[in-house]
């Protein structure tokens, strides 16, 4: 079974500043996709960013960029200048290539705070 | 605007009382899914359906169940609600087909389940 870690319960950035995500996953699986969701409080959860396994490149929409080490399991977001409007929890998830409706497995997020 | 939504928004049940939430799409995706996530953790599949097709996880309670009539809609019922079951309910939806080559799921605002 695959696993996600976020070893960060909480991290906390200056706006305007650039902060990274921590996240790492355990698979057998050479083929799979990998996520970042950011649920902001009381509010639902939206997709951030997403990785194709395959694809070397990283992934970037925006301020928003990921470091994807297929080696070595690891999966971190970049938030470039950052915005108070970047509060909330970031969880990052994957997804295996198999199937049609395969299932999210998230990690247990990542609590970030925009101080001014 | 093409969305997940999801009703009610806050449900308060008492112990043991059935309750059934409400999750509805209009982008017409082939895959529902219901998710449970309890304070400061992250969602955890109870079931999907692929088309009419249910799929449930191997750890979910048989206290829970789902249905769907129709491609737009999808409920959860909740049969005898403990007080464990108090939880945030998300409903996501995903495309069955490739999009872009990615099943991203979207998601809905949530129903939040007060057992008393």
């Not at chain 1, 996600?4 to 500043?17: G, I, R």
């Not at chain 2, 043991?16 to 939430?21: E, S």
Request: with cysteine; glycine share 6%; charged share 15%.
């Amino acid at each position: 079974a695959q696993t996600v870690t976020q070893s960060q319960p909480e991290m906390s950035v200056q706006e305007a500043e650039t902060v990274t995500l921590s996240c790492t996953y355990d698979t057998s699986e050479s083929d799979y996709y990998l996520f970042w969701y950011k649920q902001p409080p009381s509010r639902q959860m939206i997709l951030v960013i997403r990785q194709e396994a395959y694809k070397q490149q990283n992934a970037t929409e925006n301020r928003f960029s990921v470091n994807f080490q297929k080696a070595a399991k690891s999966f971190s977001l970049k938030i470039s200048d950052s915005q108070l409007g970047d509060a909330a929890m970031y969880f990052c998830a994957y997804r295996s290539a198999r199937g049609t409706a395969s299932k999210l497995t998230f990690g247990t997020g990542t609590r970030l705070q925009v101080t001014l | 605007d093409a969305m997940v939504i999801q009703n009610p928004r806050y449900q308060v049940t008492q112990f043991g009382k059935p309750v059934t939430l409400s999750c509805s799409q209009t982008l017409n995706h082939n895959v529902m899914y219901w998710y449970q996530q309890k304070s400061s953790q992250a969602p955890k599949l109870l079931f999907h359906y692929y088309d009419k097709d249910f799929n449930n996880e191997a750890d979910t309670p048989d206290n829970f169940q789902s249905r769907r009539p129709n491609t737009s809609f999808c409920f959860l019922d909740i049969r005898s609600p403990g007080l464990g079951d108090a939880a945030m309910y998300l409903c996501a939806t995903s495309s069955g087909e490739t999009s872009g080559g990615i099943y991203t799921q979207y998601f809905g605002p949530g129903t939040r389940l007060t057992v008393l």
